[in-house]
């Protein structure tokens, strides 16, 4: 989904979004209502589209709510919470994307299954992330070895 930006456009708004993220924790945490799932995004399809495997076992083909769109990246692997529509099982809207640390309280909470892999993608200050995620252990580990 992330390949339409051109890169050096998208890269200068993730590092931006990242410190804006540490910033306003005082966000609530949103749990689901009726009529809303969990899920984690298994595969973005573009055009603001994505499948979604929810945790009730359904794989449902979601929209992104076109007020998140223009300010929320949803990647593959993220939690999300997602509306679902009571006339088609299989579709729903993202209304909720939620960040690493959102989605470890969610587990922490027990509102997500234990075996979810959170992406730890968000740029968390400083923090070593405890389940050996590999993406960032190229980066950062090697760096103290020298």
Known sequence: ???????????????????????????????????????????????????????????????IRGKMRKKVWVNQGDIVLVSLRDFQDEKGDIIVKYTSDEARNLKTYGELPENVRINETDINEGEVSDDGVEFDASGGVNLDDI
């Open 1 to 63: 989904g992330l390949l339409l930006l051109g890169c050096p456009r998208d890269r200068s708004r993730k590092a931006k979004r990242a410190k804006a993220d540490a910033t306003k924790v005082k966000k609530e945490l949103e749990f689901k209502e009726d009529g809303q799932e969990y899920g984690q995004v298994a595969r973005m399809l573009g055009n603001g589209r994505c499948e979604v495997q929810c945790f009730d076992g359904t794989k449902r083909l979601c929209h």
